[in-house]
């Protein structure tokens, strides 16, 4: 078979223990579907910054860049929240975006009927609820410049948030793209009422919407829009938007599934390759005690093999998988209502394979 080259960055806290259990279901697909994958591992993280001197080590990057997908797990940890800027794990996941041209984050929040007792939101309100949010993912003020500075009242922190046409436009036409081929609804949030990048965002999704005339557009203050994920989530289709506020409404949107844990990413450039992680973090509350939700990373390879490897069929198998170990009633703590009935990562990983077909 094709043996397609997987780099594999597990990081910190629960990162190796969610991403082995998508690696068991990578494998169950090798036997099901005839698919071959070669693994690679790399050092990534707080643990890279422990054994390495650096979150991001160049053999890291070497594996990955010589990859045809990324799996990764998840940085950071109370461990290195005081390090300065280059000794953080942080610093390490946003250096492997920037690197690998990772400009479009994809965020889907995908309502599993079964979990609507699991979200804390009323089941009606949830009726419906089908969203992706499409982050920009290497500009804004994640990559400004950053300085301290001696100021009037003493030391003073700045972050600048930079965005140029060209980076707007580029996420901006995939996210007009997605909408086509779903229900052809995108909504552009920014702070266009403050903020001169998000005049300059707006503007850009203006002069671009004519080219897109199927799809309906609407533009939504970055605030309001936080509220009306709460109000009316089933109305949204496509939401796109700049880095910072990407990151805080897939945050929110997770709420809608029930949990952080079920929510899945792919982070894109031009072409094919791909980095595929959950969006959530390394979760040091819970990390070591095997009771983490590996769904999140699970999920997030069957959008490595739609959206990298075109690999559709063994993609639907993994989430016709999910769909029915769930509507079976298992739970980890995180969505489950009786926390009694819980079950481990482990045992979660192990029914979704089961399941498979
Ligand atoms: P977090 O997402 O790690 O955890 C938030 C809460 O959600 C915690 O209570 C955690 O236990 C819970 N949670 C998260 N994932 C879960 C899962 N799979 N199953 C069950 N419960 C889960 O966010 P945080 O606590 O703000 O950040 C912790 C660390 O992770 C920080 O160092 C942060 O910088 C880092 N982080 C990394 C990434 C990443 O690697 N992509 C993303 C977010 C945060
Ligand atoms: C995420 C995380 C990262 C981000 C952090 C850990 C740098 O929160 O992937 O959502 O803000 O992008
Ligand atoms: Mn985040």
Not at 110 to 119: G, H, P, R, V, Y
Not at 174 to 190: G, P, T, Y
């Given at each position: 078979a094709d043996v397609k080259k997987i780099a594999v960055i597990a990081g910190d806290g629960i990162g190796p223990e969610v991403v082995e259990e998508a690696i068991k279901v990578m494998k169950k697909?090798?036997?099901?579907?005839?698919?071959?994958?070669?693994?690679?591992?790399?050092?990534?993280?707080?643990?890279?910054?422990?054994?390495?001197?650096?979150?991001?080590?160049?053999?890291?990057l070497e594996i990955c860049k010589r990859s045809d997908a990324v799996l990764?797990?998840?940085?950071?940890?109370?461990?290195?929240?005081?390090?300065?800027?280059?000794?953080?794990?942080?610093?390490?996941?946003?250096?492997?975006?920037?690197?690998?041209?990772?400009?479009?984050?994809?965020?889907?929040?995908?309502?599993?009927?079964?979990l609507k007792e699991a979200s804390t939101l009323k089941p009606e309100v949830l009726e419906g609820t089908d969203l992706i949010v499409v982050r920009e993912l290497t500009g804004g003020i994640y990559f400004g410049e950053k300085f301290r500075r001696e100021g009037e009242h003493?030391?003073?922190?700045?972050?600048?948030?930079?965005?140029?046409?060209?980076?707007?436009?580029?996420?901006?036409?995939?996210a007009f793209e997605i909408a086509q081929k779903r229900r052809?609804?995108?909504?552009?949030?920014?702070?266009?009422?403050?903020?001169?990048?998000?005049?300059l965002w707006r503007e850009v999704v203006n002069r671009i919407a004519p080219e897109y005339p199927d799809v309906e557009l609407e533009h939504v203050l970055v605030d309001n829009c936080a509220m009306q994920l709460l109000r009316r989530p089933s109305s949204f289709d496509v939401i796109v938007t700049e880095n910072m506020f990407g990151d805080i409404l897939s945050d929110e949107a997770?709420?809608?599934?029930?949990?952080?844990?079920?929510?899945?990413?792919?982070?894109?450039?031009?072409?094919?390759?791909?980095?595929?992680?959950?969006?959530?973090?390394?979760?040091?509350?819970?990390?070591?005690?095997?009771?983490?939700?590996?769904?999140?990373?699970?999920?997030?390879?069957?959008?490595?093999?739609?959206?990298t490897f075109g690999y559709e069929e063994a993609a639907a198998s993994i989430e016709e998988a999910v769909k029915a170990v769930l509507d079976a009633g298992h739970?980890?703590?995180?969505?489950?209502?009786?926390?009694?009935?819980?079950?481990?990562?482990?045992?979660?990983?192990?029914?979704?394979v089961a399941a498979m077909k």
């Amino acid at each position: 078979a094709d043996v397609k080259k997987i780099a594999v960055i597990a990081g910190d806290g629960i990162g190796p223990e969610v991403v082995e259990e998508a690696i068991k279901v990578m494998k169950k697909t090798e036997e099901l579907y005839g698919l071959s994958f070669e693994f690679e591992h790399g050092l990534f993280g707080g643990i890279a910054i422990d054994e390495k001197g650096t979150p991001l080590p160049d053999e890291t990057l070497e594996i990955c860049k010589r990859s045809d997908a990324v799996l990764l797990g998840a940085v950071g940890g109370p461990k290195w929240d005081s390090n300065p800027k280059e000794l953080r794990p942080e610093t390490g996941l946003l250096g492997i975006r920037k690197a690998l041209g990772l400009f479009s984050n994809i965020r889907p929040a995908t309502i599993f009927d079964c979990l609507k007792e699991a979200s804390t939101l009323k089941p009606e309100v949830l009726e419906g609820t089908d969203l992706i949010v499409v982050r920009e993912l290497t500009g804004g003020i994640y990559f400004g410049e950053k300085f301290r500075r001696e100021g009037e009242h003493g030391e003073e922190a700045v972050d600048t948030c930079v965005y140029n046409a060209v980076e707007v436009e580029r996420i901006v036409r995939q996210a007009f793209e997605i909408a086509q081929k779903r229900r052809k609804k995108l909504a552009s949030v920014d702070k266009a009422n403050v903020l001169e990048t998000s005049r300059l965002w707006r503007e850009v999704v203006n002069r671009i919407a004519p080219e897109y005339p199927d799809v309906e557009l609407e533009h939504v203050l970055v605030d309001n829009c936080a509220m009306q994920l709460l109000r009316r989530p089933s109305s949204f289709d496509v939401i796109v938007t700049e880095n910072m506020f990407g990151d805080i409404l897939s945050d929110e949107a997770a709420m809608l599934t029930g949990s952080i844990g079920m929510l899945s990413s792919a982070s894109l450039g031009e072409g094919a390759f791909g980095l595929y992680e959950p969006v959530h973090g390394s979760a040091p509350d819970i990390a070591g005690q095997g009771i983490a939700n590996p769904i999140a990373t699970i999920l997030s390879v069957a959008l490595m093999y739609r959206l990298t490897f075109g690999y559709e069929e063994a993609a639907a198998s993994i989430e016709e998988a999910v769909k029915a170990v769930l509507d079976a009633g298992h739970r980890t703590g995180d969505i489950a209502v009786d926390k009694s009935q819980a079950i481990g990562t482990t045992a979660m990983g192990d029914l979704i394979v089961a399941a498979m077909k």
